[in-house]
């Protein structure tokens, strides 16, 4: 008999999982970027919402992200789900930083932590919910 990934026996995390889930959300979050980059230049919509529609994209992105890791590995969808958030985050700052150099702020860094590691453990939630 093999023993499940989330048994007490096996406390490892699944990093192939986290990583697919990272590559699902960043791939997403391209996806949805290119929409809405089309969507805001073939309409009205005022850019003013661009802070909205980028936290939109970063909170769907790490949500399926974590919630196809947890799937994946079949367990600890919360810790798989925070595993993709918080490497979407990292990855997004050290890209962000290299890519466009300027001034941050804590406060907007802090929101973009806790949106990235809320969605990614809601996804993993859901996502073990969703391999029974």
């Known amino acids: 008999m093999t023993a499940k990934n989330d048994s007490p026996a096996n406390p490892a995390l699944n990093w192939v999982a986290i990583g697919r889930g990272l590559l699902i959300a960043l791939a997403l979050a391209v996806v949805l ?35 196809l890791a ?21 990855l997004m700052w050290v890209l962000g930083a290299l ?8 406060i907007g860094l802090l929101e973009k932590l806790l ?3 809320s969605a990614g453990a809601l996804g993993g939630i859901l996502g073990v919910s969703l391999v029974d």
Do not use: D, E, Q
């Open 33 to 67: 970027s290119l929409f809405a980059t089309l969507l805001l230049y073939f309409s009205s919509l005022s850019a003013k919402l661009l802070p909205s529609i980028a936290a939109a994209i970063l909170l769907i992105s790490v949500f399926f992200g974590g919630s």
């Open 70 to 90: 947890a799937a994946r590995a079949g367990g600890k969808g919360l810790f798989h789900g925070l595993g993709v958030g918080l490497g979407f985050f990292v």
């Open 99 to 106: 890519l466009f150099p300027g001034p941050l702020t804590l």
């Open 115 to 117: 949106l990235a590691v």
